[in-house]
């Protein structure tokens, strides 16, 4: 089955830029979605298919997917982005398909 | 407003049988396929299953394969999760959430989730 790697953690000082990173096989030729999740709280939409963004979350969020990673960039971080995110693929190269998660990645703001 | 609402979690015995539902409100519920995602205590993310829009086509987790069963009543605009024998690792917080097209747009929205805790 198909693999999304996180790196566990990512720290960051406010006002500055935070990049997560998903790495998986010849991701780029896949579209990837990202998720926000705060403690006790569902999942939110951040980036879907690779780089655009729902309603409602600000600019300061992109992404980009090429090659074997796909990057979520938070420009101008903020306290109210810690929370750990999660990268999601829609895998069809099995005998059935699946919808898979990375393991997450819990950004800390300093 | 769009919104998915959870119910039916709890505590079960290792062996049980529990039937979670999801009720969809504020859009066209037939328009999107649905799926049940779960969380473990301290986990990541895992799919659990996936209806279409029509609930013609359904797909499952290796770990939950034959144990599990998902449907949907579009007229009721709701979706369910037939959960028999449950193990102590199906312990986790589960989310339904929707999607309008399976390798694109993501999981746009989500619910509140709703806890399983298989324990004896």
């Known amino acids: 089955s198909y693999v999304l790697t996180q790196p566990p953690s990512v720290s960051v000082a406010p006002g500055q830029t935070a990049r997560i990173t998903c790495g998986g096989n010849?991701?780029?030729?896949?579209?990837v979605h990202w998720y926000q999740q705060k403690p006790g709280q569902a999942p939110v939409l951040v980036v879907y298919?690779?780089?655009d963004r729902p309603s409602g979350i600000p600019e300061r969020f992109s992404g980009s997917n090429s090659g074997n990673t796909a990057t979520l960039t938070i420009s101008r971080v903020e306290a109210g982005d810690e929370a750990d995110y999660y990268c999601?693929?829609?895998?069809?190269?099995?005998?059935?398909?699946?919808?898979?998660f990375g393991g997450g990645t819990k950004l800390t703001v300093l | 407003q769009v919104q998915l609402v959870e119910s039916g979690g709890g505590l079960v015995k290792p062996g049980g049988s529990l039937r979670l539902s999801c009720a969809a409100s504020?859009?066209?519920?037939?328009?999107?396929?649905m799926s049940w995602i779960r969380q473990a205590p301290g986990k990541g993310l895992e799919w659990v299953s996936y209806?279409?829009?029509?609930?013609?086509?359904?797909y499952y987790a290796d770990s939950v394969k034959g144990r599990f069963t998902i449907s949907r009543d579009n007229a009721k605009n709701s979706l369910y999760l037939q959960m028999n024998s449950l193990r102590a690792e199906d312990t986790a917080v589960y989310y339904c959430?929707?999607?309008?097209?399976?390798?694109?747009?993501?999981?746009?929205?989500w619910g509140q989730g709703t806890t399983v805790t298989v324990s004896s």
């Open positions: 209806i279409s829009s029509s609930g013609s086509t359904i």
């Open positions: 959430a929707r999607g309008k097209q399976e390798n694109y747009y993501g999981m746009d929205v």
């Open positions: 298919d690779d780089s």
């Open positions: 999601q693929v829609w895998d069809s190269s099995s005998d059935h398909p699946d919808w898979v």
């Open positions: 504020g859009f066209t519920f037939s328009d999107y396929y």
């Open positions: 010849n991701i780029g030729s896949k579209s």
